[in-house]
């Protein structure tokens, strides 16, 4: 059994899981003490999940391979995985760049370049078919770049601000 602290969007969740099904099979998982089937599309990599049965309800989901994010329609939520029986704490990884998850045009920008921010924190909104999604800082620091302003369009990928 392993016993996982989740936080998705500085809501914590305590996720036991007591061991992989065969494939296809869903999981049944305690959530907070409540049972819970969940299936997903694959098992082999975050990465590799793109659809997910929680419950009766599915989602399809975009996962960061680093489990720092997951895409879903209502827009991009942090994600940070700790487990709860390990010795140590796995160390955050990944660098401080926030590059634009789909093109579109930045409708605001909620820091200031030498601002401090923490992992999770909402850093600007990007506006892509007239949904505004929040882009959340991907770990905690300083904003030490801000390549954006309001109303700039951005392509996939461009480097939007950096935090160190």
């Not at 899981?17 to 065969?22: E, K, M, N, R, T």
């Not at 680093?66 to 709860?84: E, K, Y």
């Not at 401080?96 to 820091?111: E, Q, S, Y």
């Amino acid at each position: 059994m392993s016993k996982l602290q989740v936080t998705i969007d500085g809501h914590d969740f305590v996720v036991e899981v007591s061991g992989l099904q065969p494939h296809g099979e869903p999981l049944v998982v305690s959530v907070d003490g409540e049972p819970v089937r969940v299936s997903l599309s694959s098992l082999a990599s975050p990465e590799a999940i793109e659809w997910a049965v929680v419950g009766n309800r599915p989602y399809e989901l975009h996962v960061d391979h680093d489990l720092r994010w997951i895409d879903s329609p209502r827009g991009r939520h942090a994600v940070q995985v700790r487990d709860l029986e390990a010795a140590v704490t796995r160390p955050k990884s990944g660098d401080g760049r926030i590059k634009a998850p789909i093109p579109g045009l930045v409708a605001r920008v909620l820091v200031k370049a030498g601002q401090t921010v923490e992992a999770g924190q909402p850093v600007l909104v990007l506006e892509a078919m007239k949904m505004e999604n929040e882009i959340p800082a991907p770990r905690s620091g300083t904003v030490s770049t801000l390549n954006v302003s309001p109303g700039k369009i951005v392509t996939l990928h461009e480097l939007l601000m950096e935090i160190s």
